[in-house]
């Protein structure tokens, strides 16, 4: 798995491959930012009128439900199943689910129509999508009574696709393997968006990497390493504001080596 992931950096700044993105309205900024720093293209186009033909130009497609409308919904159906058709990997971010019964609907939804190649959400966001209680706290992860192991497993088997539950330790699955990266820092859930941008990571390396689970593995672990660093770096006097700057640097910089060195990967 780490010898797979590595050799990935130097391939998205040689193929600069476009992901198309329909995001939210807090971070969608943040998102193409950071699709920039690891080398890739970030395009956001949401209306119905193009978000098809965006996604067939794109080589990774995110969907994130943040600040969900119903006009925006429309797009992602339509953008997610022209996806599907040619064969463009689809990153589904069910953010808030279990919060209200639009989002979770929602979500819901999406995942009957199109085929998601990878889900990538919070503990209680992804345990709603499997049947779990509504714990979740506006966008926040609530209180759940199994680990993000279980979680991720059992939802990768039931949407047939790889799963990403984030959160203190994040875990990948596709049904059969599951790995626990033991990256990250707290800081991390201080700052709003870290969860988007590591799906807007994961569309980056699955853009160039056919086998989803070192993908995922790759972006999640991309965030956790790079906050480490980047809480690392801080002087006593520099907080949140300087921690979201120096996370941009350091996912910027960083390259195969550095990722090999940081990176606390292991099979559950
Ligand atoms: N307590 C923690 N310790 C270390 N890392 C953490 C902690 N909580 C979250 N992270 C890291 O923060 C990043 C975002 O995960 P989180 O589960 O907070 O996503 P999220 O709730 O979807 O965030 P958002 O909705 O704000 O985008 C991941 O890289 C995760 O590993
Ligand atoms: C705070 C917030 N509200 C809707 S989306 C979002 C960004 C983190 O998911
Ligand atoms: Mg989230």
Wanted: net charge neutral; hydrophobic share 45%; aromatic share 4%.
């Amino acid at each position: 798995m780490k010898r797979n992931i590595s050799k990935l950096f130097n391939i998205i700044r040689e193929e600069r491959p476009l992901i198309h993105q329909i995001t939210n309205q807090v971070t969608m900024n943040d998102c193409a930012n950071v699709t920039l720093a690891v080398g890739a293209i970030p395009v956001m186009a949401s209306s119905p009128e193009e978000a098809a033909e965006m996604a067939m130009l794109a080589k990774a497609l995110v969907i994130n439900i943040g600040t969900l409308r119903s006009e925006t919904f429309e797009g992602m159906i339509a953008a997610a199943k022209a996806a599907n058709k040619s064969g463009i990997p689809v990153i589904v971010d069910p953010v808030g689910a279990g919060a209200t019964c639009y989002r979770t609907s929602s979500a819901m939804e999406i995942l009957k129509v199109i085929r998601p190649a990878v889900i990538r959400g919070n503990a209680s966001e992804v345990n709603q999508l499997i049947g779990g209680a509504s714990t979740t706290i506006g966008v926040d992860a609530g209180r759940v009574p199994i680990s993000n192991a279980e979680i991720a497993k059992k939802a990768a088997e039931t949407y047939e696709c790889i799963t990403v539950v984030s959160g203190k330790e994040d875990a990948v699955s596709d049904g059969n393997r599951t790995y626990l990266i033991r990256n990250g820092h707290s800081m991390l859930s201080k700052i709003t968006g870290t969860g988007c941008m590591s799906s807007a990571l994961i569309a980056c390396f699955a853009a160039v990497e056919k086998n989803i689970l070192s993908s995922a593995a790759a972006g999640i672990s991309l965030m956790g390493i790079a906050g480490e660093m980047a809480a690392a770096s801080l002087s006593k006097s520099e907080g949140l504001g300087t921690f979201k700057v120096r996370l941009m640097d350091f996912i910027s910089l960083m390259n195969d080596e550095m990722w090999d060195k940081g990176a606390k990967i292991s099979e559950v």
